[in-house]
């Protein structure tokens, strides 16, 4: 099965939506919940899949998420004609009335932390069904305390709540170089638990003074992140329903997006076999 | 045999409440230290080879992203000549208050305003500026809160052409207001044309994806107001009703708010 080729939308890569490559696009939540809109996001556009990705549903909190904002994210969705939803496994407030932290902060990867996640996931895809939730693996700059490891962690929420895996191969490229383990080893462990996968690309920059990898989303996907994917694409044959690059900054000119999304195209079409 | 068993079940239940209590308390704990850059708070809780430089990177790009976020989405406030002091507030705003849950862009910088309206002494034309901006905020609000009838609306303008030629035969014509609309006062002649003396009272109201602002005579504000307590009726019923203006006033007027896509016509 081939994958679903396309590019998370941004203002700066709509002329490219049109090219024949690219049959999917991801749109953000907030981009798209414009109180003054009339159309939908996405205009006439039609896509083979769309998939609605939000921000702020902090799964990790120990709250469920607040019904406005899902009632609001299943909004856009249908009107979008969304195929699936994702947001991050994280948390970004303290509690329902709280204060938001800005960013994904990872989950402390304990039995607790993984009770109220699964928790707060199967009441997010019971309120989206039949439109298939995917948690991303986020980019962290650091980890709190717990008792497993990520990959065990991330195994069982998989297994436990059967949502969809949002593998960010370059989160996961930048979590191994920053944090010393093997990103292979990583995917290979928690693939098989997911039964259904998307995949995001994306590239950052090395900061030689802090010695860290940051995911700014500003620069051409890395030859290592290609690689990564190539073999992720490889392991879960049968099971990658999408794939979207990000960009956030520094953004390519016309012939930048349009050799990233085939290079995506090309992998995907050697590794399945289909043309 | 059960006795035991029911022993163990209260512990098991005991023990998981207790877990999620601790867990309640750890998340509010982290999020309230990240969401104030507190980072000696979250340290004692960092798995090992984690430190505080890691911590301190994580607070500082978040406070980097927000300030990015303010000082782009309300440029028009950064670059006024009457905002010197933009920036120094700007730092000191996210120095103090957190952003409240589920807040989008729009609501920080509503929130931002607002902060500086209670901690600021504005002049009139500063004053201005912020109430600008702050009714914008609260006209897509509305257009959110009531979205079928802003959407109706919307809809319903664009047929204003055909009807505004027709008023005075066909007085059954619904009229209904814009719903995604606030009033607000000026306080200055910032943004008042020659000759009108503050305060005025102004409309802001949605148009597009843009938000307008008119400054009405006090007869049109009168007769909005007066709508506003009808609507939904027919032009002959506000007619009958009103106690300000008679037939040809009102169709005037009519005629005019349909222009600048204030009422529409059912």
Known sequence: MLPAIGYAVRKENRTILSDPALNAVEITFEHADVPLRMARFLGDDEFDYVSVHALKLSVGSPDRPGLRYLDALKRISLENQATAVSDHLGFTRDKEQGVEIGHFAPVPLSAAALDATSRNVEFVQNYLAPMPFYLETIAYLFQLEGTMSEAEFLTQLLKRTGCGWLLDVTNVYANARNFGFDAYAFIDQVLPAADRVQMHLAGGYFDEEEGLYFDTHSQPVPEDVWSLYHFALERGRGKIDAVFIERDAEFPDDSGWRSELHRMRRIAEEVTGKG | ?266
Request: charge should be negative; glycine fraction near 4%.
């Open chain 2, 1 to 266: 045999m059960m006795k035991m068993k029911r022993v163990q079940s209260d512990h098991e239940v005991f023990g998981a409440a207790d877990s999620e209590r601790e867990y309640r308390l750890l998340i509010e704990g982290m999020a309230r230290a990240l969401a104030w850059g507190r980072t000696d708070d979250v340290v004692p809780h960092l798995a090992r080879t984690f430190g505080a430089k890691h911590v301190e990177l994580f607070v500082e790009g978040n406070l980097s992203k927000r300030l990015d976020l303010l000082t782009d989405m309300l440029s028009f406030v950064a670059e006024d000549e009457d905002f010197a002091e933009f920036e120094a507030w700007v730092h000191r705003f996210i120095e103090e208050v957190p952003v409240n849950a589920y807040e989008n862009g729009a609501g920080e910088c509503d929130a931002f305003l607002a902060w500086i309206e209670q901690t600021q002494r504005l002049s009139a034309r500063q004053r201005d500026t912020i109430d600008c901006q702050r009714a914008r905020y609260r006209v897509g609000r509305l257009a959110d809160q009531r979205r079928a009838e802003h959407v109706r609306f919307r809809e319903l303008c664009s047929l204003n052409g055909q009807f505004t030629a027709v008023l005075e035969d066909d007085l059954n014509l619904e009229i209904r207001l814009n719903p995604s609309r606030c009033w607000s006062e000026l306080l200055s002649t910032k943004y008042l044309d020659e000759g009108d003396a503050p305060p005025v009272e102004v409309l802001h109201y949605a148009v597009g994806f843009d938000v307008r602002t008119v400054v009405l005579e006090e007869n049109a504000r009168r007769l909005i107001d007066e709508l506003a307590g009808l609507q939904p009726c027919t032009l002959q019923q506000w007619i009958a009703i009103s106690r300000t203006a008679d037939r040809h006033s009102i169709l005037a007027l009519a005629r005019d708010l349909a222009g600048l896509h204030l009422v529409a016509f059912a």
